[in-house]
């Protein structure tokens, strides 16, 4: 789960077109440590930014900011709400605000600012980390601190969902309904799940299933991971003009409140590229979604044969699975 999880950090890296400052990460993986970038995309309104200041989530342990040229950096310590073991050592504090001063970003220009941490082995996956940040200029801020995870406020703060270790995926969420074909996590339940014989050496495989939401809140389908594959992305197949046309969803697939979304063939589906096996009628190849609330979800596809639609009438016509 480790190899997979930082894979798909690297592929959902390209989403945000959004003048936000935001991570570059979306996902870390609990009881590891990650180098987080915080993309700072201008000024404000037309003034330079002399400062940035970070302010670090409980549950974020043994920060370190990398320093950066032409800006001074200073830290803010104080005390863990939980105490970290540090390879056998209790910390009982630490860095909780990281701040870049007298630098100069001007408006028209996009910077970066570089730290590292650990999540906490204890913390669940599928909790969200925020990291607020405030920028200052001569004459005003610009701050991106609203915690509440809306998508709907002007200055979100830049955040982090976290994900389970390797061998530790049921920790506290994901339970598994004892007898019926669902899987759950909170109010995401995953049914009718199938995947699809591939040819030997194919370098890559579809996954398939519906998703519903029986909570009252939308949630995203931020990541997928597999065994079976290196990399594993949420895809869109699509009509364009008359060419079937395939696509990465960056930003994951949304899962209204109260509705189901079907990934099927010629649709929306989950992408198993780089197969380290070959998919095989007959046999299941277990997928982990991530939510962005509800966290993990781990689900058995049975594999079907090459064209099989999971028993549900369409046919998925001839597009083939290559890139
Ligand atoms: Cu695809």
Redesign the pocket.
């Known amino acids: 789960m480790l190899k997979h999880s930082l894979t798909v950090f690297g592929i959902l890296l390209a989403g945000s077109a959004s003048a936000h400052s935001t991570l570059e990460q979306k996902l870390a993986t609990a009881g590891s440590t990650s180098k987080l970038v915080m993309r700072v995309p201008h000024g404000c309104d037309g003034e330079a930014s002399h400062t940035v200041r970070i302010t670090l989530p409980e549950g974020f342990y043994a920060a370190k900011p990398m320093p950066k040229p032409g800006w001074d950096l200073e830290v803010v310590t104080g005390a863990y709400k939980t105490p970290y073991n540090n390879h056998g050592t209790e910390m009982t504090e630490g860095v909780r605000e990281i701040i870049w001063s007298n630098g100069n970003l001007p408006d028209a220009f996009y910077d970066e600012f570089v730290f590292r941490g650990a999540v906490g082995p204890n913390v669940d996956a599928g909790s969200v980390l925020f990291f607020p940040t405030v920028q200052e200029c001569a004459n005003g801020v610009a701050d991106w601190t609203d915690t509440s995870g809306s998508h709907d406020v002007p200055n979100p703060a830049p955040k982090l969902t976290v994900v389970a270790a390797e061998g530790d995926m049921h920790h506290g969420h994901g339970a598994h309904d004892a007898h019926a074909d669902a899987s759950m996590a909170g109010p995401i339940e995953v049914t009718g799940g199938f995947s699809r014989a591939t040819l030997p050496n194919a370098p890559v495989g ?1 996954g398939f299933m519906t998703i519903t939401n029986t909570g009252t809140e939308d949630d995203t389908l931020i990541a997928a991971a597999s065994p079976v594959s290196s990399i594993t992305e949420i ?1 869109e ?1 699509k009509m364009d003009g008359d060419v079937m046309k ?1 696509r990465e969803l960056e930003n994951g697939l949304t899962i209204p409140a109260g509705e189901s979304v079907e990934l099927k063939p010629g649709g929306f ?1 989950i ?1 198993f590229m780089d197969l380290n096996t070959p998919l095989e009628e007959g046999k299941t190849v277990n997928v982990t979604l991530t939510f962005e609330k509800a966290g993990d979800v781990d689900i058995p596809l049975a594999i079907g044969a090459i064209n099989a639609d999971g028993g549900h009438g369409h046919h998925g016509g001839g597009h083939s ?1 290559s890139h």
């Open positions: 579809g895809h197949m395939m589906h992408m699975h």
